[in-house]
């Protein structure tokens, strides 16, 4: 007996990435860690990024699965001063993309995102590369979660302590 067919469409990843923008902008941190496999990474490059590993360059954010509870859980104490209160954020995700193939399913697609707080506003602007599994219910799983800046360089008083 062979396995099922596992068949991902557009709309699910839409779906998936809508959810999660949705999740972030209402500060549902312990329901968007939900979204990961256990184990998941998550990373974020600097904006100098040239294709480097995980060893070999410099990255604002670089989150093993340990390391990615502890800031969900550092983001939701008062002990993460830069997120509390937390910054009102907006998200916009277009130009999804799926590619699904032997090495597993990616998921792309383009992001803005606005930042306010303490009287300013950021506007952030990239592109997300995303590693998924799609578990036996059928939800999808980040296992390698990875948000590109497009910036060459941030604003002064940019900050990033809020989950891109």
């Known amino acids: 007996m062979s396995a099922p067919t596992i068949t991902v469409t557009r709309a699910d990843a839409e779906d998936f990435l809508y959810q999660e923008a949705m999740l972030l902008d209402e500060w549902h941190l312990d329901a968007w860690l939900a979204l990961f496999e256990e184990g998941g990474t998550f990373e974020v490059p600097t904006t100098d990024y040239k294709g480097w590993d995980r060893t070999g360059g410099g990255f604002f954010v670089l989150d093993d699965w340990d390391l990615l509870n ?16 937390h910054s009102r ?15 597993g399913i990616e998921i792309k697609a ?35 979660r990875r948000a590109y800046l497009e910036h060459e360089l941030l604003e002064h008083g940019a900050r990033l302590s809020f989950i891109l």
């Open 70 to 85: 502890a800031r969900v859980k550092r983001l939701k104490s008062r002990k993460a001063h830069a997120e509390n209160p």
């Open 110 to 144: 383009n992001f803005v995102i606005n930042r306010f707080r303490d009287l300013t506003h950021h506007t952030y602007v990239g592109r997300y590369h995303h590693d998924v599994v799609q578990n036996e219910e059928g939800e999808l799983k980040f296992v390698h």
């Open 89 to 103: 954020t907006h998200r916009m995700i277009s130009n999804v993309r799926l590619i699904q193939g032997a090495g």
